[in-house]
């Protein structure tokens, strides 16, 4: 019998390593890997490029009627392989990670259009299966009945480390505590905010990687992949 396709959806805190796992669980396996965030991120970009941002508060009605102009699509790196994120045909790949878009996506994030729009291509992506989509709403929302759920958390300093370590390895200048302090604040408004809060779906598995390795946590998720599959056939 073939081997059944799947949704996994990875959900939980910023910078807790899941895109990391949700990458190699879909390569090891052969599926496609989907950043939810990065689409959230690519739409605060639109916005500050667009200037609809004063502060933390967003011009809802101009970016409603720009939301038609968004367009948002993945493609492999001719060079390096890996998936990047294009915005209206360029990537931007690079300029959704700074901290210029951190400090604002999450209050672009809270907008209920804007997660209608981004909740219904993610649909779109997962129509045939064999995918792995990272989020915080991906097990709740956009695919409630996904076949393996998984929710990953770590504490907010372990996190934040390793947002520095990140950044610094591509060459960026930043500060830890300013890095601590953009994950709590993320942590917070994702928690609270109306609109998909930031919870554990009660199906999913959770997953605290703070003392964990990379190796161990791969071992961990493939795991929970076969185990899933076994149950399936
Ligand atoms: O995973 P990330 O840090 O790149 O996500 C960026 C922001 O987007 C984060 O503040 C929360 C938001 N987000 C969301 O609201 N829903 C998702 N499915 C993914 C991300």
Redesign the pocket.
Known sequence: MDTPRIIIAIDGF??CG?STMAKSLARRIGYIYI????M??AVTLYCLDHNLIEGDTVDTDALQSHMDDIHIDFRPDPVSGKTHTFLNGIDVEQEIRSMRVSDK??PV?AIPFVRTAMVAAQQKMGEQKGIVMD????GTTVFPHAELKIFVTASAETRAQRRVDELRAKGVAVDFDEVVDNINK?DHI?QTRQESPLRKADDAILLDNSYMTIEEQDAWLIARYEETIDKLR
């Open positions: 910023s910078s899941k950043d939810s965030g990065a959230y991120r996506v999450s994030s989020g915080r709403d991906i993320r994702d």
